[in-house]
């Protein structure tokens, strides 16, 4: 039972252009969501988060957008650039103070220049 | 740098051997998780512990898989008897608690292969 999904294994975007990864969950009880991003042989590291009580998170050239009803959230980068290549895992955690983390399949991101 | 480190990064082992894994946390991260990736999936989490409290063990696959964690630091996976599907990368992560806004750091991972 795959609660968080990503559809798209990968996606090409090109430099200065906006790259939109999107993320699909079936769990109503997540509230917190993550995005992390994974350069080849190293552990994924944390790149932008968001509660269930907002919409929108802004990190400089990171947003999440997460929209309850449809159970859907995106990361949206804009400009990208080639240093934004790697592979993005989506994560969400049902809180209860314990942070085990649901991660999706990931999407590999290449931007060509 | 002080980040998770974890050893061997890569272990080919035979089906039905014993093997281990080792994590050594950042310090003074009281949380410590284990994930696996299996090919093409996503991270799947199998253990964590907090502190001083029992583990919370509800990932682990089967009762081949345990981990302890001693003194508060240093980690140990046991996987018993591999079989060719726990070929995976294992990850694990440490973070200062386990509030969702502790950010987790992972490890660069143990790319384990049972021939």
């Known amino acids: 039972d795959q609660q968080v999904k990503q559809n798209s294994p990968s996606l090409s975007v090109q430099e200065g252009r906006i790259s939109i990864l999107n993320c699909d969950y079936t769990?109503?009880?997540?509230?917190?969501f993550l995005w992390y991003k994974k350069y080849p042989a190293e552990g994924p590291t944390f790149l932008i988060s968001?509660?269930?009580?907002?919409d929108k998170n802004e990190d400089g050239r990171f947003t999440v957008f997460l929209n309850k009803s449809a159970k859907h959230l995106s990361l949206h980068i804009v400009p990208s650039q080639p240093g934004d290549s790697a592979v993005y895992f989506c994560?969400?955690?049902?809180?209860?103070?314990?942070?085990?983390?649901?991660f999706g399949q990931g999407t590999r991101l290449t931007i060509n220049p | 740098g002080a980040g998770v480190s974890q050893s061997p990064s890569n272990k080919v082992t035979e089906k039905g051997k014993d093997v281990e894994l080792r994590c050594d946390p950042i310090?003074?991260?009281?949380?410590l998780y284990w994930y696996r990736q299996s090919l093409g999936q996503g991270l799947e989490f199998l253990i964590y512990?907090?502190?001083?409290?029992?583990?919370?063990k509800s990932g682990l696959p089967s009762d081949r898989f345990s981990a302890e964690r001693t003194g508060g630091s240093v980690s140990t996976l046991t996987i018993q008897r591999t079989q060719q599907e726990d070929s995976a990368v294992y990850l694990c992560?440490?973070?200062?608690?386990?509030?969702?806004?502790?950010?987790?750091?992972f490890g660069p991972g143990t790319r384990l292969t049972v021939l």
């Open positions: 992560a440490s973070s200062l608690g386990t509030s969702p806004y502790n950010e987790q750091f």
């Open positions: 769990n109503s009880m997540f509230d917190y």
């Open positions: 968001i509660s269930s009580i907002k």
């Open positions: 994560a969400a955690n049902v809180g209860q103070g314990a942070q085990k983390l649901v």
């Open positions: 310090s003074g991260h009281t949380a």
């Open positions: 512990f907090q502190g001083n409290s029992a583990p919370d």
